[in-house]
């Protein structure tokens, strides 16, 4: 897959406009989407993309993940890429995923803490914030989506 460049908007033609954002939206979804450990040790996130990007993001989760089981459920078109051991990642119905514990997990906790370290209030920017995780993302990351601690 090609890198991403980003381009003033101005200079791309209708088609090119919507390959850009459907190129931008796959490449937040690599640094946007959060991982917990469902009952049966597999990886599930949640997200709710703008476009159908599932197919886009299994070379590059598979290689992250290894032989470890994931999941990446698409809740706005029901659909979810899933990858077991040993086989490859498939995109199947949502209604054939069992049903997860909405337990928080010990990660989001992680998440949560790290994120309180390691922000600055004096430098905070919620504008450019807003430009790097839009609010449409925020319910599905656990650093942004809770109160403060």
Excluded at 31 to 39: A, D, H, K, Y
Excluded at 51 to 68: C, D, G, N, Q
């Amino acid at each position: 897959m090609s890198e991403l460049f980003i381009l003033p908007k101005e200079t791309l033609k209708p088609a090119d406009l919507n390959d850009y954002k459907v190129q931008h939206e796959i490449h937040r979804m690599r640094g946007l989407l959060r991982f917990s450990q469902n009952e049966a040790g597999e990886y599930v996130a949640r997200c709710a993309p703008d476009h159908y990007i599932l197919p886009a993001l299994e070379e590059y989760f598979t290689a992250r993940f290894k032989e470890t089981p994931w999941a990446i459920i698409d809740e706005k078109r029901g659909m979810c890429l899933r990858r077991r051991p040993g086989e490859r990642a498939k995109i199947i119905p949502l209604e054939e995923i069992p049903a997860e514990d909405s337990a928080k997990d010990e990660w989001e906790g992680l998440w949560k803490h790290y994120h309180k370290i390691i922000n600055n209030e004096d430098r905070n920017n919620p504008n450019l914030q807003r430009q790097f995780m839009p609010k449409r993302y925020w319910k599905y990351l656990p650093e942004i989506n809770s109160p403060k601690d």
